[in-house]
């Protein structure tokens, strides 16, 4: 990322054509081989449901393949994070538990690292998920949103019965307005009611 700073010392043409006494000289500046920033910047935590659900179903490649071209299609000075949940959610990618400022290629790299770095097992806390996605997004800047990767089988974590961890469903509900939630069924086996009951 480069900031380029243009000053006329000693300008003696008005480039207006009503001159005002301070003489003014307009610039064009030529770049190459610059990546620019978006026009919308946003700030994107992928939440990956790495359950043991999702190896039966056979959906870890799609998943894995997903998400890094996912992150592929983000820009510079947009932000990025990943978190994952299976027995519990885990920040797998971020900057200090926020997302990441993508200040060059490098940010995306890593985080398709971490992608691939996730291991698949155990049950499925998606709200735990959820919760530690928000958290990456609390503080981020321009429109923020979760994208859920998932089978949608959501057991909070083999502890069904447990009234002190909330479904997914309700911590969607909970969260945040300004924090939209897209949800990705990743085969014909998701619960894909249950994914379109959590999009926000």
């Known amino acids: 990322v ?3 700073t243009v000053r006329g010392t000693t300008v003696t043409e008005d480039a207006r054509e009503s001159g005002s006494g301070n003489p003014w000289q307009d610039y064009a500046l030529v770049l190459e081989n610059a990546e620019f920033s978006a026009a919308n910047l946003v700030s994107i935590c992928l939440a ?11 959906y870890v490649d799609v998943t894995r393949t997903s998400s890094k071209a996912f992150v592929d299609l983000m820009e510079a ?21 926020e997302v990441a400022l993508i200040t060059g290629t ?21 709200g ?31 502890e069904e019965n447990n009234p002190n961890r909330p479904w997914a469903v309700d911590v969607a509900a909970g969260l945040p307005a300004a924090i939209d939630v897209y949800t990705c069924a ?15």
Do not use: W
């Open 2 to 4: 480069y900031d380029v």
């Open 48 to 58: 990956l449901d790495r359950s043991n659900s999702m190896n039966t179903s056979g």
């Open 77 to 97: 000075d947009d932000r990025v994070g990943v978190v994952s949940f299976g027995d519990d959610g885990q920040h797998e990618d971020s900057d200090n538990n």
């Open 106 to 126: 490098n940010i995306q790299e890593d985080a398709k690292t971490a992608i691939n770095n996730i291991h698949f097992s155990g049950c499925t806390y998606m």
């Open 128 to 158: 735990d998920g959820l919760t530690k996605a928000e958290q990456q997004l609390t503080n981020a800047p321009g429109d923020r949103a979760i994208v859920l990767m998932s089978d949608g089988k959501d057991n909070k974590g083999c």
């Open 186 to 200: 990743m085969g014909p086996l998701s619960d894909q009611q249950k994914l379109e009951d959590i999009a926000l």
